[in-house]
């Protein structure tokens, strides 16, 4: 190395509509927020980056990094504030968003699900109401007929599986169940919107590209020689991923999943979107992280090899092009935030899969869930009192290596060599 060239790969960021508009709007995370112990610094996300006010100037700074590619989402419970009820100034802001983002040269990417929905959604049973899918399948094709015009890229759904893993399995996210029959329901219910609103879409849309984000992990086993680990491992992976992707991209559903009614194995991606963290260390039932690795600020492994392990096998599940639609690292001081973007990028920049895009998580600090305003993702750092924003040096290098398609030496030796990670 130490310098690649990423010709065919182009170079985004990413963000979601609750982790950065802020608001006082009624969604689950809002309500869940309210109660103290949920959020581990007991903020909620009525702040977070308050991009619905700083629309234009974030826009601006997007270009100033060199972005051509934006991954947003939208917030369903300003879109739809009561059932059947469309707000036409929200659809009109997202519009103005979109088209200053095409003034901008920049390609949107638009999630239609990121973990928020409407409270009053959730009163209807969430996801779990027979009418779940088809309430969500009506705020799809309102989105596409208004939008339709100023966005061809969509994300379904986002990381159906940590959705119900967390939510209602863990109880560490709303609605804070611990149970796995109703787990698999979840899953079930969110996979079954994504492959109806694929449809949906490409009906209304017939030359989108369409695709569900997948949180991939590696799981390996603590022992590999270990039998009751290296089962534990295989099992982990089928139920927390492995029965997803498939399902959400061939129509193939294994068990625990059932195929719904009306769905023949076929093609529902028109890209393998994964999310990439982290890797996981397994030897019964859950995860758990490995010790004396390189982590980052919340604990997480740090494994870039892992990257193109987990494409490789998507791309064999469904072979599509692979977009990496986030991959990025809680680092509040900004000191090895470089070394991991260079490191992910030249693994992929080393391998022959057509990954064709990488968003990195995140444009800007953002409000991180139970983390809060806590965990640090962003390429630009936030001050959340004042609202200022400030590129990072990893922000930095990543304009560089957007700039020249790949990381030059010079960029090498300026931001990353000196960078070390932390040992977990
Ligand atoms: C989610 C993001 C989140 C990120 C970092 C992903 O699982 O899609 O919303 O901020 O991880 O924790």
């Given at each position: 190395?130490?310098?690649?060239?990423?010709?065919?790969?182009?170079?985004?960021?990413?963000?979601?509509?609750?982790?950065?508009?802020?608001?006082d709007?009624?969604?689950?995370?809002?309500r869940?927020?309210?109660?103290?112990?949920?959020?581990?610094?007991?903020?909620?996300?009525?702040?977070?980056?308050?991009?619905?006010?700083?629309?234009?100037?974030?826009?601006?700074?997007?270009?100033?990094?060199g972005?051509?590619?934006?991954?947003?989402?939208?917030?369903?419970?300003?879109?739809?504030?009561?059932?059947?009820?469309?707000?036409?100034?929200?659809?009109?802001?997202?519009?103005?968003?979109?088209?200053?983002?095409?003034?901008?040269?920049?390609?949107?990417?638009?999630?239609?699900?990121?973990?928020?929905?409407?409270?009053?959604?959730?009163?209807a049973?969430?996801?779990?109401?027979?009418?779940?899918?088809?309430?969500?399948?009506?705020?799809?094709?309102?989105?596409?007929?208004?939008?339709?015009?100023?966005?061809?890229?969509?994300?379904?759904?986002?990381?159906?599986?940590?959705?119900?893993v967390?939510?209602?399995?863990?109880?560490?996210?709303?609605?804070?169940?611990?149970?796995?029959?109703?787990?698999?329901?979840?899953?079930?219910?969110?996979?079954?919107?994504?492959?109806?609103?694929y449809?949906?879409?490409?009906?209304?849309?017939?030359?989108?590209?369409?695709?569900?984000?997948?949180?991939?992990?590696?799981?390996?086993?603590?022992?590999?020689?270990?039998?009751?680990?290296?089962?534990?491992?295989?099992?982990?992976?089928?139920?927390?991923?492995?029965?997803?992707?498939?399902?959400?991209?061939?129509?193939?559903?294994?068990?625990?999943?059932?195929?719904?009614?009306?769905?023949?194995?076929?093609?529902?991606?028109?890209?393998?979107?994964?999310?990439?963290y982290?890797?996981?260390?397994?030897?019964?039932?859950?995860?758990?992280?490995?010790?004396?690795?390189?982590?980052?600020?919340?604990?997480?492994?740090i494994?870039?090899?892992?990257?193109v392990?987990?494409?490789?096998?998507?791309?064999?599940?469904?072979?599509?092009?692979?977009?990496?639609t986030?991959?990025?690292?809680?680092?509040?001081?900004?000191?090895?935030?470089?070394?991991?973007?260079y490191?992910?990028?030249?693994?992929?920049?080393?391998?022959?899969?057509?990954?064709?895009?990488?968003?990195?998580?995140?444009?800007?600090?953002?409000?991180?869930?139970?983390?809060?305003?806590?965990?640090?993702?962003?390429?630009v750092?936030?001050?959340?009192?004042?609202?200022?924003?400030?590129?990072?040096?990893?922000?930095?290098?990543?304009?560089?290596?957007?700039?020249?398609?790949?990381?030059?030496?010079?960029?090498?030796?300026?931001?990353v060599?000196?960078?070390?990670?932390?040992?977990?």
């Amino acid at each position: 190395m130490p310098g690649f060239s990423l010709p065919n790969c182009a170079l985004g960021v990413a963000t979601a509509a609750t982790q950065i508009e802020g608001g006082d709007l009624d969604t689950n995370w809002h309500r869940w927020a309210a109660t103290p112990g949920h959020i581990h610094d007991g903020t909620t996300p009525a702040r977070a980056a308050d991009h619905w006010n700083r629309v234009a100037p974030d826009t601006a700074l997007l270009a100033e990094l060199g972005v051509r590619h934006y991954r947003l989402g939208l917030e369903w419970a300003r879109l739809e504030p009561a059932p059947g009820r469309f707000d036409a100034d929200a659809f009109a802001h997202y519009r103005d968003e979109l088209t200053g983002l095409r003034d901008a040269g920049i390609t949107p990417l638009v999630t239609l699900h990121h973990f928020s929905v409407p409270g009053w959604f959730d009163d209807a049973g969430g996801w779990l109401a027979p009418a779940a899918v088809r309430t969500f399948l009506r705020l799809v094709e309102k989105v596409v007929r208004e939008l339709g015009d100023l966005v061809g890229e969509w994300i379904t759904i986002n990381e159906i599986n940590v959705q119900a893993v967390k939510g209602w399995l863990y109880g560490e996210w709303p609605p804070g169940e611990m149970s796995l029959p109703r787990t698999i329901a979840v899953m079930q219910a969110l996979l079954e919107a994504h492959v109806a609103a694929y449809r949906l879409i490409h009906e209304l849309q017939p030359d989108a590209l369409v695709g569900a984000a997948h949180h991939l992990r590696v799981f390996r086993p603590r022992h590999r020689a270990n039998p009751v680990h290296a089962a534990s491992a295989l099992a982990t992976r089928h139920l927390f991923q492995g029965a997803a992707v498939r399902a959400a991209s061939t129509g193939r559903f294994l068990p625990p999943l059932r195929t719904p009614r009306g769905v023949r194995p076929g093609r529902y991606a028109d890209f393998q979107a994964i999310n990439y963290y982290t890797r996981n260390t397994v030897r019964g039932i859950g995860d758990e992280m490995a010790t004396g690795v390189p982590v980052n600020d919340l604990g997480w492994e740090i494994h870039p090899a892992g990257l193109v392990e987990l494409a490789a096998w998507a791309h064999r599940v469904l072979p599509v092009p692979v977009w990496i639609t986030e991959n990025g690292t809680a680092d509040a001081a900004d000191s090895f935030r470089a070394r991991y973007l260079y490191e992910h990028l030249a693994a992929i920049a080393a391998s022959d899969l057509p990954i064709e895009r990488y968003y990195h998580w995140c444009f800007t600090d953002n409000w991180e869930w139970a983390e809060g305003e806590s965990a640090r993702f962003g390429l630009v750092a936030l001050d959340f009192e004042s609202q200022e924003r400030t590129i990072r040096e990893s922000g930095r290098f990543y304009a560089d290596v957007i700039a020249h398609s790949g990381a030059t030496v010079e960029a090498h030796d300026r931001w990353v060599a000196g960078q070390q990670y932390p040992i977990g």
